[in-house]
């Protein structure tokens, strides 16, 4: 059964000053992930991305549709126990130190000391935070917030996890390390489901994405599954060759081009595929490697969203 069900969900804000319009930020949307996956929220801004979440967090009330967390409604208050929640632009208070703000919230949770103050000094290292861990908030960059904004949201060792844009602020190092706590927590079997622009980091660690534009989804699948299916053509890596087949080799193939003692080869279809590997077979040259050509999320990203 999925861990978080989303069905037709619709959101409709009213804008304007005399006469109010609606306008939709969501639009019939229906997901579904499952439990231990990590799961991409596409979108450009104004997608209706930060909307689902905060109707999942029970935030925002949708116009129409259901959403389900744990086999449980959005607003109930034992589901909210067991998950973890970082918003797009936290804000915490000011004059707390880390440790401060996360037992705080820790014992929101109903934990104690000094299990606690175990759990605190653990996440701290976890996030990178360990020598700041006495500093005030004030006085953190954006990307020292966004550090402590998910310690916070897995203090309470949640069965699924919900980060609005988590990369935000971060430089690459910093991203990096988000990457891998976000892949920790799938090791441990947690389900983490994060919104970003961030495609790179998107591409590294994601099962599945769901690409939403102008609050429709316009495609959700595993990433090799919606890549695959737009194979440009393939690379051929060929070492062996002779300078007499040259000739021979570059009219079996679309491009050619050296690479020290290898040839890097391209071709854009299946059938001059097959007949460039039978070639390579019968004059015994040797044979490096076949990659299909296939856009980037990035560059599909761009696509799904002008279509």
Request: some cysteine; overall charge positive; proline content about 5%.
């Amino acid at each position: 059964m999925p861990i978080i069900e989303i069905e037709n969900l619709t959101k409709d804000f009213s804008v304007g000053f005399w006469k109010k319009r609606p306008v939709r930020a969501l639009d019939n949307l229906s997901l579904q992930i499952h439990k231990g996956e990590i799961f991409g929220f596409l979108g450009p801004n104004g997608a209706g991305k930060s909307t689902t979440l905060k109707i999942l967090m029970h935030l925002l009330h949708p116009t129409s549709g259901t959403a389900r967390i744990l086999g449980k409604p959005v607003d109930s208050v034992s589901m909210h126990q067991t998950i973890g929640y970082l918003p797009e632009n936290p804000y915490f208070y000011d004059y707390l130190t880390p440790k401060e703000l996360l037992t705080y919230v820790g014992r929101l949770f109903g934990m104690r000391p000094p299990s606690l103050s175990q759990k605190v000094d653990a996440l701290l290292e976890n996030v990178g935070l360990a020598q700041a861990g006495s500093l005030q908030l004030r006085k953190f960059s954006k990307g020292m917030v966004q550090r402590i904004g998910i310690a916070q949201a897995i203090i309470n060792d949640p069965e699924i996890v919900f980060l609005d844009e988590p990369m935000s602020g971060l430089d690459p190092l910093g991203r990096r390390e988000v990457r891998q706590i976000i892949t920790s927590l799938k090791a441990k079997g947690v389900t983490v489901f994060f919104s970003s622009h961030i495609l790179h980091d998107v591409e590294a660690i994601c099962d599945r994405v769901a690409i939403l534009n102008k609050g429709k989804l316009q495609e959700m699948g595993a990433l090799e599954e919606i890549l695959k299916v737009r194979i440009q053509g393939f690379e051929v890596i060929l070492s062996g060759w002779t300078a007499e087949l040259l000739d021979a080799i570059r009219e079996k193939c679309d491009e050619a081009g050296s690479m020290g003692d290898r040839l890097r080869l391209r071709v854009n279809s299946r059938e001059k595929l097959d007949g460039l590997i039978s070639f390579i077979f019968a004059r015994k040259l040797e044979l490096i490697s076949i990659n299909p050509i296939r856009p980037s999320l990035e560059e599909h990203f761009q696509t799904v969203i002008i279509r």
